[in-house]
């Protein structure tokens, strides 16, 4: 749905440009985009596609704003460290100030199988218009790629570690071929046909083991966003074939050729339509989360919200404890080392000061109760 | 160095082969190529490799930005001058 008088002279600069105009920002008002992840690259998304009069946000993210975010979370401030404001919570704060012509839906919460398909479903008509990627893991990925194939939604991918950066933009395959993009020859394979698997845990730098740096996150982030702004115009023929690398330490900038790879391959998702990863085949309760020294326990069967009280007050003889009405934190020693724990009031838990998803059960399960 | 193929190596895999961002090597296939490179740096060789002849699924490799899964995949032929990319997912963000 457009505005009924929207007013359209601050986007008087794109519109100038080729295949754009009044029709493509109007496109553009129009428009839902489920922004997955607003942490390094989610926030320069949310920023650039707000600015670009993209009519409606669904900003999904499951943490806490930190002091080390700051470096390249270009949403976020030292206010909002003090304050303990959840990530999605803040960027909906900042956008209003920045285009009160877009809507934003904040959602604090992890996106996993379970309701993945519903917030989507958060968009204007029952569903968005383009998913974009500011995931950090390649789980949660592979399960938007999923849902992005099931539903038909044009998925853009990102990804950024140390001083490396890739994106590529998927118009997916539909069952009947009847897309927009795919009427007019502009499909491409999906995530899954690239890499068939994602690599296992430990292989890859984390941002706490290669650090990662903020241009990097800014170019991949407003590449994908670049993407976004042709595919919700219906630019179809603009969108890159190709999957984007860069190397900003090396500079090197790569254009990899991927178009074959739905025509050759046999990709369980966009050719078979297996779902694994929407269908809770593949997928753990638990993630390691990059950039930090910390599990998530995302626990499938919450019965009731929690008490957050009574669990502080437990909680205080092993250390400080502090609530709102977003989360609990506490500091925790079990067997000499230092834990922070953190519950989130839909029974999510992130048990920071380790790696070990079997560490953090464990202190779950001893100081909250399985 | 004419006949050389230039093997750019990924960061994470920077330490299974002394930390060199690329390595020129000798070879008229991939298969080759990837043998010279993972018989000198064995390390390298069980990350690459998911049994022998089959490379992980999570890693690509690109001759001159084309992907040997659509071309002859280990058996496409090199030669002098081409650019052999290893690419793993990039996963941060």
Redesign the interface.
């Known amino acids: 749905m457009t505005p009924v008088t929207p007013d359209l002279a601050r986007y008087h600069r794109q519109m100038l440009l080729p295949g754009f105009g009044e029709a493509g920002q109007l496109k553009l008002l129009g428009s839902s985009v489920f922004v997955v992840?607003c942490?390094?690259?989610?926030t320069v998304i949310a920023n650039t596609l707000a600015r670009a009069g993209v009519g409606q946000l669904i900003i999904v993210d499951r943490d806490f704003i930190e002091i080390t975010n700051l470096q390249r979370q270009i949403l976020f401030d030292e206010k909002d460290v003090a304050d303990a404001i959840p990530k999605a919570e803040a960027a909906k704060r900042k956008i209003n100030a920045i285009n009160s012509q877009v809507e934003v839906i904040a959602v604090v919460d992890d996106v996993n199988h379970a309701n993945v398909e519903k917030l989507i479903a958060l968009g204007r008509g029952g569903k968005v218009d383009l998913i974009i990627?500011?995931?950090?893991?390649?789980e949660t990925?592979y399960l938007v790629n999923d849902a992005a194939v099931k539903l038909g939604i044009p998925y853009v991918y990102?990804?950024?570690?140390?001083?490396?950066?890739?994106s590529y933009a998927i118009l997916p395959h539909t069952p009947k071929a009847d897309s927009a993009w795919e009427k007019t020859g502009y499909a491409t394979p999906c995530l899954r046909c690239?890499?068939?698997?994602?690599?296992?845990p430990g292989?890859?730098?984390?941002?706490d083991t290669?650090g990662?740096i903020g241009p990097g996150?800014s170019i991949i982030a407003n590449y994908q966003a670049n993407e976004a702004l042709k595919i919700l115009t219906g630019n179809y023929d603009r969108v890159a074939r190709?999957m984007l690398?860069i190397?900003l330490w090396?500079n090197?900038v790569?254009?990899?050729?991927?178009a074959?790879?739905y025509d050759?391959?046999e990709c369980e998702c966009c050719k078979k339509r297996n779902f694994e990863f929407l269908d809770g085949k593949f997928g753990s309760s638990t993630t390691t989360l990059?950039?930090r020294n910390a599990v998530q326990l995302s626990l499938k069967q919450q019965a009731g919200k929690m008490d957050f009280d009574e669990i502080a007050a437990r909680l205080r003889p092993h250390g400080a404890v502090s609530v709102n009405k977003f989360m609990l934190r506490a500091d925790i020693k079990d067997n000499g080392e230092p834990y922070e724990l953190t519950l989130f009031t839909d029974g999510r838990a992130i048990v920071k000061g380790t790696k070990e998803p079997n560490t953090a059960r464990g202190i779950y399960a001893k100081y909250v109760g399985a | 160095m004419a006949d050389t193929i230039t093997v750019r190596i990924p960061t994470a895999l920077r330490p299974q082969v002394e930390n060199q961002e690329s390595i020129a090597i000798a070879g008229a296939s991939v298969k080759q190529v990837l043998g010279v490179l993972t018989t000198r740096y064995p390390e390298l060789g069980k990350r690459l490799y998911k049994k022998e002849n089959e490379l992980n699924r999570f890693i690509n490799v690109y001759i001159n930005d084309e992907d040997i899964r659509f071309l002859e995949n280990l058996e496409t032929p090199v030669k002098g001058g081409d650019e052999l990319s290893i690419v793993p997912a990039i996963a941060g963000g």
């Open positions: 992840g942490g390094a690259l989610g990627d500011g995931v950090d893991n390649f990925r990102g990804g950024a570690v140390g001083t490396v950066g890739a690239i890499f068939e698997q994602a690599p296992p292989l890859n730098p984390t941002c290669a990662v996150v190709t690398n190397d090396e090197t790569r254009q990899f050729k991927v074959k790879a050759v391959g990059c950039g």
